[in-house]
């Protein structure tokens, strides 16, 4: 079964420090990675996308790795601040017709 | 750009009752999916469109959840009987093409 997995659930940080969150896939095969912020209530608002062919993505304050052989991706926040505080979500698409799908998300809680 | 557009936010219903959800793509976008989101978890696909056919129904339940997308932009998903289990955010999202995916805010619907 494909499955995608978030570690950890839910984190807390005071502001100002940097912020690692981590997802990982049980099939090597992806064609893209997609990071999601979700605020409560809302919906999801696109971060970043990693194709299959690179091995990170920037912007701003936000880098996003992609590992294919360790079946893992992850997005670093940089001084991070109280408006980071959210829902963070990984997605996998396997090919370009496939479906994406979500790991259980990250909540971040970053502290004043 | 506007975004992905949703109606209503919000949804009350009693069980065995009927419903249906409006969405609007960002104008251009030749496919449209439906995602269910259960509290805690990442979002699922239900239905995906490409145009006015549709290319992916397969975690649909065809014996109660129906959605259709004439004319290739606006989309409609309905339930009917709706079920306890049915209380979740449904939203829509679009792509220009199988890349990034853009969503809507959500229609979160509770069933008593």
């Known amino acids: 079964k494909q499955e995608v997995t978030q570690i950890p659930a839910a984190l807390s940080v005071p502001e100002g420090e940097n912020l690692v969150l981590n997802c990982s896939f049980t099939?090597?095969?992806?064609?893209?990675l997609q990071w999601f912020r979700q605020d409560p209530g809302k919906g999801l608002t696109s971060l970043l996308l990693?194709?299959?062919?690179?091995r990170e993505q920037t912007s701003g304050r936000l880098n996003a790795s992609l590992d294919k052989s360790s079946g893992r991706s992850t997005l670093y926040i940089a001084a991070s601040q109280p408006g980071d505080s959210a829902t963070y979500l990984c997605?996998?698409?396997?090919?370009?017709?496939?479906?994406?799908?979500f790991g259980a998300g990250t909540q971040v809680v970053v502290t004043p | 750009e506007a975004g992905v557009a949703q109606s209503p936010r919000y949804k009350i219903i009693e069980k065995r009752q009927s419903v249906a959800f409006w969405c609007n793509p960002i104008?251009?976008?030749?496919?449209l999916y439906w995602y269910q989101q259960i509290l805690g978890q990442g979002p699922k696909l239900l239905i995906q469109?490409?145009?006015?056919?549709?290319?992916?129904d397969s975690q649909l339940p065809k014996d109660r959840f129906s959605a259709e997308r004439l004319k290739g932009v606006d989309s409609t998903l309905k339930i009917q009987p709706a079920k306890l289990e049915d209380s979740a955010v449904y939203l829509c999202?679009?792509?220009?093409?199988?890349?990034?995916?853009?969503f809507g805010p959500g229609t979160r619907l509770t069933v008593l």
């Open positions: 999202a679009s792509s220009l093409d199988t890349n990034e995916q853009f």
């Open positions: 099939d090597s095969a992806i064609y893209n």
């Open positions: 990693i194709q299959s062919s690179q």
């Open positions: 997605a996998r698409k396997s090919d370009s017709w496939g479906k994406l799908q």
């Open positions: 104008s251009g976008h030749a496919t």
């Open positions: 469109f490409q145009n006015n056919g549709v290319v992916d």
